[in-house]
């Protein structure tokens, strides 16, 4: 059995271009279902959020328009009840990466307003990607790759190809002309490869040991991916 590190979003809200505080979070769907497939695979989950603070569940994610309907949004819901980690998070600052083997990101708005300027996840993310392990990141958590930049000054994820939440499915979304910036803009920006896919399809795109996917439904072979590299 190995250790998987779930760093999380600490924010409970996402600022948006006039101040507007928009509650959020992690996205449910992107934490339950990786936590279920490490755990059925035998691993040890341990959630990592800045300062140790519990964190809070998107409510958005919830909802049974997004998560085709009453049954599965309820399953979800029950779910992260019995995803008592999240209740117990160690204080990201205070990680040892050698303690685990893979390292996975949920998203929600939550990481754009938080690990995309926390240094210490972009630290974290600079060693799991020179380390080998496995990194997964999904929807809105390659945000934080945006904290991942070298002594040079530049990103240490420029020139590798990702999957993240589109601009096209946040215009759908309904944010994008609310939001400061958007997630595919800054990561081009940063010279990091955006692979996109069809707005809310399953995209994971893999380079070398990190393992990325676009939105929501990329989360379960998101986390396939990875169990395979962790054999």
């Given at each position: 059995?190995?250790?998987?590190?779930?760093?999380?979003?600490?924010?409970?809200?996402?600022?948006?271009?006039?101040?507007?505080?928009?509650?959020?979070?992690?996205?449910?769907?992107?934490?339950?279902?990786?936590?279920?497939?490490?755990?059925?695979?035998?691993?040890?989950?341990?959630?990592?959020?800045?300062?140790?603070?519990?964190?809070?569940?998107?409510?958005?994610?919830?909802?049974?328009?997004?998560?085709?309907?009453?049954?599965?949004?309820?399953?979800?819901?029950?779910?992260?009840?019995?995803?008592?980690e999240l209740r117990h998070p160690v204080r990201l600052e205070d990680v040892?990466?050698?303690?685990?083997?893979?390292?996975?990101?949920?998203?929600?708005?939550?990481?754009?307003?938080?690990?995309?300027?926390?240094?210490?996840?972009?630290?974290?993310?600079?060693?799991?990607?020179?380390?080998?392990?496995?990194?997964?990141?999904?929807?809105?958590?390659?945000?934080?790759?945006?904290?991942?930049?070298?002594?040079?000054?530049?990103?240490?994820?420029?020139?590798?190809?990702?999957?993240?939440?589109?601009?096209?499915?946040?215009?759908?979304?309904?944010?994008?002309?609310?939001?400061?910036?958007?997630?595919?803009?800054?990561?081009?920006?940063?010279?990091?490869?955006?692979?996109?896919?069809?707005?809310?399809?399953?995209?994971v795109v893999t380079d070398r040991n990190l393992v990325t996917g676009q939105n929501p439904a990329s989360?379960?072979?998101?986390?396939?991916?990875?169990?395979?590299?962790?054999?």
């Open positions: 059995m190995s250790k998987i590190l779930f760093v999380v979003t600490g924010a409970d809200t996402w600022t948006l271009a006039d101040g507007t505080a928009h509650p959020t979070g992690f996205w449910a769907e992107e934490a339950v279902a990786p936590y279920e497939a490490f755990r059925a695979a035998g691993h040890e989950v341990v959630v990592a959020t800045p300062g140790g603070v519990v964190p809070t569940v998107d409510r958005a994610s919830l909802a049974p328009e997004v998560n085709g309907g009453r049954e599965n949004a309820d399953r979800i819901a029950k779910a992260l009840e019995s995803f008592t040892r990466l050698d303690d685990y083997a893979a390292v996975f990101y949920p998203g929600g708005h939550g990481p754009m307003e938080d690990l995309a300027v926390k240094a210490d996840s972009g630290r974290l993310l600079a060693r799991a990607l020179e380390s080998g392990r496995p990194l997964g990141v999904v929807c809105h958590g390659p945000a934080a790759l945006l904290a991942a930049v070298g002594a040079d000054g530049a990103n240490v994820f420029a020139g590798y190809e990702v999957a993240a939440f589109t601009n096209a499915e946040e215009i759908q979304g309904g944010l994008a002309d609310r939001a400061k910036w958007l997630l595919q803009d800054r990561l081009t920006e940063a010279g990091v490869t955006v692979r996109a896919g069809e707005p809310w399809a399953p995209n989360s379960a072979p998101l986390a396939e991916e990875l169990l395979k590299r962790l054999g």
